[in-house]
């Protein structure tokens, strides 16, 4: 069965640089990949979709690559801020009405 | 708009009793879904229900039931709660269900089983 990885280990970094978060899956390669923002206490919040055939997407400081052949997205975030501090979340959707979602890697930006 | 609302938002049960979560979303989507989040692992899903009428298994439904009471509204039901099932449950919804839907959730209810 399809499954996620992300560094459960949190990251921590400076504010005003760039944060990057990894998404690894086996098996077969989701035709959309999704990443979400989770804060404390929350749901999850939609930031940006990507399909297979892109290799990049773009949103304000956000950016995520989908490598097919690595089966790796990437997801950064430039110029961080302490209000970027949030649990990020990878979701790959697998047909039907189904997506799996990754354990999240928590984000800890310093001022 | 209130976008996806759950209540309770904080519930204590003792093992063995039953309870009702509710969700309800304003946005006039067409499908629904009870996730659960435990600790280091990702959102499971329990149930879904494509469209007004329906529902099918997740992931991990048993101990579970759900209702589709109509397009705005559905329920996640525990029978006879168990400590296992002490999780955050969200519920979410989308427009139809394909890949490219953004999942829209709740703010969640913490159940507790003693």
């Known amino acids: 069965s399809q499954k996620i990885e992300q560094n459960s280990e949190a990251l921590n970094i400076q504010e005003g640089k760039t944060a990057t978060l990894t998404c690894n899956y086996t098996n077969y390669s989701p035709a959309y990949l999704q990443w979400y923002r989770q804060d404390p206490g929350r749901g999850p919040v939609f930031l940006l979709l990507i399909r297979e055939n892109e290799k990049e997407k773009r949103k304000e400081r956000l950016k995520v690559t989908f490598d097919t052949t690595l089966k790796q997205s990437l997801f950064h975030i430039t110029a961080s801020q302490p209000a970027d501090s949030a649990t990020y979340l990878c979701?790959?959707?697998?047909?039907?009405?189904?997506?799996?979602f990754g354990a999240g890697t928590r984000l800890f930006v310093k001022a | 708009n209130a976008g996806v609302t759950q209540t309770p938002k904080f519930q204590v049960l003792k093992t063995g009793q039953s309870m009702t979560l509710q969700c309800a979303q304003d946005?006039?989507?067409?499908?629904m879904y009870w996730y659960r989040q435990d600790p280091g692992m990702g959102l499971r899903l329990i149930y879904y229900?494509?469209?007004?009428?329906?529902?099918d298994k997740g992931e991990v439904p048993n101990g579970y039931n759900v209702s589709r009471l109509n397009k705005r509204e559905f329920s996640l039901r525990l029978e006879s709660a168990a400590p296992s099932q002490t999780s955050v449950y969200f519920c979410a919804s989308t427009l139809a269900g394909g890949g490219t839907d953004t999942q829209y959730f709740g703010p969640g209810t913490r159940l507790t089983v003693l």
């Open positions: 979701a790959l959707y697998t047909g039907g009405f189904k997506t799996i």
């Open positions: 946005m006039n989507h067409n499908s």
């Open positions: 229900s494509a469209s007004e009428g329906t529902t």
